[in-house]
Each structure stands twice: as structure tokens, then as C-alpha cells.
């Protein structure tokens, strides 16, 4: 089996101040004979750390209250296991804590508080603040905007956070993929295994508490012995509503190509989104969502809501790693 590791457009965009990005990370420990999981974790650390990124980890965009929430998960095929963490506070490593659900307990998934303090009884440091000043000044602007709009619009409080989000945007105070932006990685072992992890901060100033797709088995991810593996990024709660991992490793068990699954989920995505607050002037959904994916033989691609010269994703080989072009189901511009 030719051994391969596929990620978001992060995964080969950040580097933490080393030499290695997420995937050839990942890919060097897979293929030495490390445990996929553990592999794709270290990669995944490193975007983590990174405070460029302002999706994931250290430094990434904070929720209402200014304190950064991280969701994560972790799925091994071959060893029928997964682990995740959600809401948790004060470890940026989140995916290496999810990987400690998945190896020390018996649990899928750990919320809050008690994800915290499996973390600490683990020996992560629990640090008071995530923030990253970029990340503290980006909620400053968005609160002043929020409190301004309050006075004048008529819109709930959800939906103007969101619509000042997506002006911010369009401004370019911020990258609009880092709105839900995320880390997604998986990989196919030179035995043909698979494995998946996903790790993010969320939807950016989400409500406190607020949990999406990435920490959620068959949504933010999904991997299964003999079909396949997904994951994606983007708009949360479009995934959470379809399960679309789960629907793409299934259709990918079918016998259909990567592409085609992707395809196919993102159409349900479109169908599914009719409220007005998500929809753009040409009633197409306002936010992006990317799926990856990979069937048991190696066959692989990535497919966007909305695509473009800029919309890659990262795919490391035995020949290194590179960034390529992800397929779209829309045209036009997402604003
Ligand atoms: N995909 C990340 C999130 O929506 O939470």
C-alpha cells in the first residue's frame, strides 16, 4: 500500500517556527512505523501551536466572552477506537488530549470541565488564557462592532455576531475560512490502515458553550477499515445535520470515488440551507464547507462548497507534500 496523508490547506501552510508542516510531520513518523494516530496527532500540534492560525489552538479566535473553546476528535479504523474533547479551556493541544480519551478510557467524548481535568489528571498544562494578542484584538473589534449594532438593527444578537463576523471578513481584518476554521488530517498506513483526527476552535465568538462538527464522530470526521476516511472544515453545524463524514465513507464503502462522495454531501448541504441569515445574495450558502477524503486503496481528493485558485488542500506521499486544487460545487463568489 502506498502510504499517504491528506489534511486542509494547513496542514502544509504552518510550520510553528520548525521545518516540518503538519503533514510531512505526520507522514515521516507514519511510515518509521509510529502508531497513525500518534502521527497524525504531532502533525496536527504543530498547527496547534501555531499562533498564525487563528483557527485552531494557541491564538485562535476566542467565543462571545473572549475565552477560546477547542473541540477535537480522533478515530483509528483498524482498532475500532475514537476519543474526542469538547469545549475544552486552557490546552491547546487538544487533539493530543482526544488522543488520550481514545487510548485511557473506554469514552467517546468529553465535554467542558470534565475534559479540563482528564487533561490536567493526564499532565497537560492548563494555562489561564489561549489568547494570542491578535486573537484578543480581533474579539475586541468584533464586541465594539456588536455592541454599535445592537443599538440600530433589528437582527438577534446570533445573527448580527455572525453578519459582523462575515463584514470583518470581507474587510480583511480576518481570514473568512478561520470563522469555523479548523484542522482536518488522516492518513492510510503503508499496511492499510486508517485514521483520522479533526481539531479546531470552533465558530469564532460562538456562543459560550457552543460545540460544532469537529469533535463529533461521523461529522467533523470519520474512519472505517476497508472504506475509507473523511473530515472536514468549515460551517459546523452543516455537518453536524448530515453527519456528512459518516455519509461519505459509507458512499466511499459503495464503491463511489472520493470526489464523487464529497460531491454529493456538499449537494445535501445546499438543500438543507434555507434560513436567510446563511444565505448570500444569490441565495447560496454565505460560509464555506471542505470535505477530504480517502478510500481504503489510496484514491483521494477535496471538495469545497466554494472553490478558487486559493481553495487547496495538502496531500503528503512518498514524492513529499504539496498543496492542490480542491473541486467546487458552487460558482461564484461565498459573499
Ligand atoms: N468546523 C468547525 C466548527 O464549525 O466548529
Not at 249 to 277: F, Q, S, Y
Not at 296 to 308: E, F, I, M, P
Amino acid at each position: 500500500m502506498r502510504p499517504l496523508v491528506i489534511a486542509s490547506a494547513n496542514g502544509h501552510e504552518f510550520t510553528n517556527g520548525g521545518r516540518e508542516t503538519c503533514v510531512e510531520r505526520a507522514f515521516a513518523l507514519m511510515v518509521s512505523g509510529t502508531d497513525p494516530i500518534q502521527a497524525l496527532v504531532e502533525g496536527v500540534t504543530i498547527v496547534e501551536l501555531d499562533p498564525g492560525d487563528t483557527s485552531v489552538g494557541f491564538g485562535s479566535l476566542p467565543n462571545a466572552d473572549g475565552i477560546v473553546e477547542l473541540d477535537a476528535c480522533c478515530m483509528d479504523a483498524s482498532r475500532r477506537r475514537a476519543g474526542g474533547v469538547a469545549a475544552l479551556q486552557g490546552v491547546a493541544t487538544a487533539a493530543a488530549v482526544a488522543a488520550r480519551v481514545l487510548e485511557d478510557t473506554s469514552h467517546h467524548l468529553l465535554a467542558g470541565a470534565g475534559a479540563q481535568a482528564f487533561a490536567r489528571a493526564c499532565g497537560f498544562p492548563i494555562v489561564d488564557d489561549l489568547n494570542s494578542e491578535r486573537s484578543r484584538a480581533l474579539w475586541m473589534e468584533w464586541k465594539r462592532r456588536l455592541a454599535a449594532h445592537e443599538a440600530t438593527a433589528g437582527m438577534s444578537r446570533i445573527e448580527a455576531g455572525y453578519a459582523i463576523g462575515l463584514d470583518m471578513s470581507l474587510e480583511g481584518l480576518l481570514d473568512a475560512n478561520h470563522l469555523w476554521g479548523t484542522i482536518h488530517c488522516s492518513a492510510l498506513t503503508p499496511r492499510g490502515a486508517l485514521a483520522a483526527v479533526t481539531t479546531t476552535s470552533g465558530l469564532a465568538w460562538k456562543l459560550p458553550g457552543r460545540v460544532g462538527d469537529s469533535s463529533i464522530l461521523g461529522a467533523g470526521l470519520y474512519a472505517r477499515a476497508e472504506a475509507g476516511a473523511a473530515g472536514s472544515t468549515g460551517r459546523g453545524e452543516s455537518n453536524l445535520f448530515g453527519l456528512s463524514s459518516f455519509f461519505i465513507v459509507e458512499a466511499m464503502r459503495r464503491g463511489a470515488h472520493p470526489k464523487d462522495a464529497a460531491i454529493d454531501a456538499l449537494r445535501h448541504i445546499v438543500a438543507d440551507t434555507t434560513a436567510p441569515a446563511l444565505l448570500n445574495g444569490r441565495r447560496q450558502p454565505n460560509f464555506n464547507v471542505k470535505f477530504y477524503a480517502m478510500n481504503a486503496r489510496g484514491d483521494h481528493a477535496s471538495a469545497a462548497l466554494y472553490g478558487g485558485d486559493d481553495v487547496r488542500y495538502a496531500v503528503c506521499t512518498e514524492n513529499g507534500a504539496e498543496l492542490r486544487l480542491c473541486d467546487a460545487l458552487l460558482d461564484g463568489p461565498m459573499l
